[in-house]
């Protein structure tokens, strides 16, 4: 169909913008409201996919251009720290990002902080493509129930929407500048917090 071929191009592209793309989650939720009547699994099949495919993309130029064009050899090899524990328990790793791919939270510093790691990105797509797979049909069907049984116009809700994700893409985006100042080395092996010096975090 061509309506789920401009689905995913659409929500791919919003899942390769670094910071303040608007959530997919809220976009599903939209057309939940708007079209209630659609087959909106395949709807959230086709999202799931698409946003899946994009934060790879996203991971990817993370890697590329962050770790390798602006991150120290001391940088590099402090994440790299992170990326060893990651590996000795990929297990957990796996739940993780299953269990945030439930949460309507902003998955966009998640994988840019991943793709920082050089991990292979197999671990962090799957998981994020199942649980969004249920997590963008549950927003969706919500969305659509509430339209039939409420007099509910989707713009009544935005506000509200609007100042969650601008407060939740702010902490994100300080998560991920403190993976990276965190001196993680002596973390592990002195149990304790200090940040990465100044020096060592300078780009050669």
């Known amino acids: 169909m061509p309506e789920l071929t401009i689905l995913f191009g659409v929500v791919f592209l919003l899942n390769i913008i670094p ?5 997919t989650w809220m976009a599903l939720s939209w057309v939940g409201f708007r079209y209630p009547l659609v087959n909106l699994f395949a709807v959230a099949l086709v999202a799931s996919l698409a946003a899946t495919c994009g934060r790879l993309v996203l991971a990817k130029m993370s890697r590329v251009i962050i770790r390798q064009r602006f991150m120290s050899d001391a940088m590099r090899g402090n994440i790299d720290v992170v990326k060893a524990g990651i590996e000795r328990h990929r297990t957990l790793t796996f739940s993780a990002f299953l269990v945030y791919a439930f949460s309507p939270l902003p998955s966009n510093y998640l994988f840019i902080a991943y793709g920082l790691t050089s991990l292979p990105l197999w671990l962090a797509a799957l998981p994020f493509f199942v649980g969004r797979c249920v997590s963008y049909a549950f927003f969706a069907l919500a969305a659509s ?25 702010l902490l994100l985006l300080g998560l991920v500048v403190a993976l990276m100042r965190i001196d993680w080395s002596h973390l592990v092996a002195a149990k304790r917090f200090r940040w990465l010096r100044p020096e060592a975090a300078r780009p050669l």
């Open 145 to 169: 129930q509430v339209s039939q049984h409420l007099a509910l116009d989707v713009t009544e809700t935005q506000p509200f929407f609007g100042i969650y994700f601008v407060i939740s893409q």
């Open 19 to 23: 910071a303040f793309a608007p959530p």
